[in-house]
Protein backbone atom coordinates (compact mmCIF):
# COMPACT_ATOMS: atom_id res chain seq x y z
CA UNK A 1 0.00 0.00 0.00
CA UNK A 2 1.85 3.51 -1.30
CA UNK A 3 1.18 6.78 1.02
CA UNK A 4 -0.13 9.30 -0.77
CA UNK A 5 1.16 12.61 -0.28
CA UNK A 6 -0.23 15.77 0.98
CA UNK A 7 -1.18 18.23 -1.54
CA UNK A 8 -0.44 21.93 0.13
CA UNK A 9 -2.59 24.14 -1.89
CA UNK A 10 -0.53 26.95 -1.37
CA UNK A 11 1.96 25.66 -3.49
CA UNK A 12 1.52 25.13 -7.55
CA UNK A 13 1.32 21.13 -8.33
CA UNK A 14 3.54 21.88 -12.04
CA UNK A 15 6.26 24.01 -10.22
CA UNK A 16 6.26 23.57 -5.92
CA UNK A 17 6.60 27.61 -5.62
CA UNK A 18 4.09 30.00 -4.03
CA UNK A 19 0.81 30.21 -6.04
CA UNK A 20 -0.60 32.94 -4.46
CA UNK A 21 -3.84 31.59 -3.92
CA UNK A 22 -5.85 33.91 -2.04
CA UNK A 23 -8.25 31.10 -1.12
CA UNK A 24 -5.27 29.00 0.35
CA UNK A 25 -4.96 31.93 2.66
CA UNK A 26 -6.62 32.00 6.23
CA UNK A 27 -9.95 33.30 5.74
CA UNK A 28 -8.81 36.69 7.66
CA UNK A 29 -6.60 37.64 4.95
CA UNK A 30 -8.38 37.10 2.44
CA UNK A 31 -9.65 40.88 0.53
CA UNK A 32 -10.71 39.45 -2.39
CA UNK A 33 -11.19 36.58 -4.84
CA UNK A 34 -7.99 34.93 -6.14
CA UNK A 35 -6.26 36.26 -9.50
CA UNK A 36 -7.56 32.68 -10.82
CA UNK A 37 -10.25 33.50 -10.86
CA UNK A 38 -10.12 36.24 -13.31
CA UNK A 39 -7.49 33.87 -16.18
CA UNK A 40 -8.73 30.96 -18.43
CA UNK A 41 -6.48 27.61 -17.86
CA UNK A 42 -6.35 25.83 -20.96
CA UNK A 43 -7.51 22.18 -20.99
CA UNK A 44 -3.85 21.27 -21.88
CA UNK A 45 -2.43 22.84 -18.99
CA UNK A 46 -5.04 21.19 -16.42
CA UNK A 47 -4.44 17.79 -17.69
CA UNK A 48 -0.66 18.40 -16.69
CA UNK A 49 -1.97 18.50 -13.20
CA UNK A 50 -1.45 15.38 -11.00
CA UNK A 51 -4.78 13.63 -10.36
CA UNK A 52 -3.97 14.21 -6.21
CA UNK A 53 -3.59 18.29 -6.48
CA UNK A 54 -6.61 18.39 -8.93
CA UNK A 55 -9.65 21.01 -7.29
CA UNK A 56 -7.10 21.16 -4.15
CA UNK A 57 -4.15 23.59 -5.39
CA UNK A 58 -3.69 26.33 -7.45
CA UNK A 59 -1.46 26.54 -10.78
CA UNK A 60 0.75 29.57 -9.62
CA UNK A 61 1.08 32.93 -12.68
CA UNK A 62 3.75 31.83 -13.67
CA UNK A 63 2.91 28.65 -15.22
CA UNK A 64 0.19 29.91 -16.48
CA UNK A 65 1.40 32.41 -18.20
CA UNK A 66 4.13 30.12 -19.27
CA UNK A 67 1.28 27.61 -20.72
CA UNK A 68 -0.64 30.65 -22.37
CA UNK A 69 2.65 31.82 -24.19
CA UNK A 70 2.38 30.69 -27.69
Not at 9 to 36: T, V
Not at 48 to 65: F, M, N, S, T
Amino acid sequence: MTASIPVDPCLCPLCGQANACAMAASPAQISEPCWCTRVHFSTELLQKLPDAARGKACICQACAQQAATP
